[in-house]
């Protein structure tokens, strides 16, 4: 019996995932999470053998969540729901040792073979988000560049971000400055645009 | 030096060079009227003279720069000649030995204004006349092809700047009506792609929806095995609405490449690019693509495989591309 635990926040995209995985003999689900934040203490709590992941949880996103799953419980294997308009996502779901990334509007029988599989230690792609990734390209910004275009992101001033990085206002706005030339944005709103679409943020 | 290829490259210099050519036009004849004062022979008359003179005909001949300079002929150019060549004639006898200084001024004008022959015609016969003129008005043989040399190159210098800037207009016109008529094309281009492949899918689709509905109390088995039809042809549809969409947009090799790499070495396989010091072409024939894809999908689905090397050769024109994952070896022919 594979143990599976959800995290879906939105109520009846949960219940649907429940209810059809219920219905196959060699499944059982063992949690149902609406925080991205709450997942790495059920995981603990109940040991899932697959933790499926939607890509957009309040609390924290389905990517970091599973790189902390996959800290703290390496046995636990992720699949990660996500839709298309975000390709450059399936990069940081290879590096959050995800085991699976698959399009939520994809058929139920690819949700439920692609559990099975990830649960055999196979990993589960869906080769149109490859494609897609593959055409978007890999993010142009470093690691500080994306850090502090996502805090900018959240409604920041420069000066917060300053403090919240540790940085000098001057540096900011010089992180900034390159992340909007190299996303080739007009200013900061179109660079976190153009990343955010791309899946770069 | 990249700042400076970032300014050259934006706007901002194709809006501010008909200023600078505005600018640059304005400063001589202002020397001219401060030098006007302090000539030797020269009074305070004469300067005022040639300061009154200049602050009826500058206007005049900004305006001709002006417009020029964003390659357009001003309104009634020929009315504001004619005024500014009366000013500029007419003080003459009056600003100082010097004033001939001013025809750089006038010749320019004359440049911007008058159509060719007679544009050339009156540059000639007033840089001719600047000498002899400013003898008359006392200038010595000595000095006076030193006003002529001045008035040459001083109007050369203008010419060139107007002309610069008029350039940069254009040029900056001609690439908006490119880019323009690239976008009309794509439109297009794209219209007939979707009308002729989606289009038709989602008619069929259309239509199996309406038989389903149709039969379904009276047949309903049948329906049900149609809704089937629907929903698989609807995904089928999806997934070529999906690959249209990519089509539009194409990724040169190089970065599909390097994509390509980043995704294999997060997936736990280190992954190395091999690419020749020559470069790579940046197209590549969809099916090429298509199996580069494949190969890099399959990869990530082995999962940890060790190491993967990915060396691209050109032989003869052609571009190999030699994908090594621990003990397997695929070749894949890269077609522009």
Known sequence: ?201 | MGGLTELWRSDRVVRLAPVGAVACSAVLPLVQVGLAFSYVGNGVSTGLWSLAATAVYLPLHLRHVWYAARAHRPPLGGWSLVAMTAVILGATPLAGNMWPRAYTALVVSFLLVLPAPWSYLGYVVVVAAAAPVAHALGLSWTAAPWLTFSVLGGSAALLLLVWLAAALTRLQAAREALAQRAVMQERRRIDDDLRHSLGSALESIAARGDRAASIAKSEPAAAAADLTGLAQESRRTLAEARRRVRGYRQPSLRAELETAASLLTAAGIATRLDLPHGGIPDTIAPRSRGALRATVTRLLRAGPIGTCTITATVLDGRVLLDVRAGDSTETIEVRA
């Not at chain 1, 203490?41 to 996959?70: F, K, N, T, Y």
């Not at chain 1, 494609?131 to 470093?142: C, K, N, R, V």
Request: charged share 25%; glycine share 6%.
């Open chain 1, 1 to 201: 019996m594979i143990r599976v635990l959800i995290a879906e926040d939105m109520h009846m995209i949960r219940s649907a995932l429940v209810a059809l995985l219920s219905l196959e003999d060699d499944m059982e689900v063992v949690a149902e999470i609406e925080r991205g934040d709450e997942v790495v203490d059920a995981a603990l709590r109940v040991r899932p053998d697959v933790a499926v992941l939607d890509i957009d949880m309040p609390g924290l996103d389905g990517l970091s969540a599973a790189e902390q799953l996959s800290a703290q419980l390496p046995d636990c294997r992720t699949l990660v729901l996500t839709g298309l308009s975000q390709p450059g996502n399936l990069l940081r779901a290879l590096k959050a040792h995800a085991r699976g990334f698959i399009v939520k509007d994809a058929p139920a029988q690819t949700l439920t073979d692609g559990i099975r599989r990830i649960a055999a230690g196979e990993r589960v792609i869906d080769p149109e988000l490859v494609a897609a990734a593959l055409e978007t390209g890999s993010s142009p910004l470093t690691a500080r560049e994306t850090e502090v275009l996502r805090a900018a992101a959240s409604g920041i001033r420069t000066g917060q971000i300053a403090t919240q990085l540790s940085l000098s206002q001057a540096t900011v706005r010089n992180y900034l400055s390159n992340a909007i030339s190299k996303v080739g944005g007009r200013n900061r709103i179109d660079a976190i645009r153009i990343s955010r679409d791309a899946g770069w943020l």
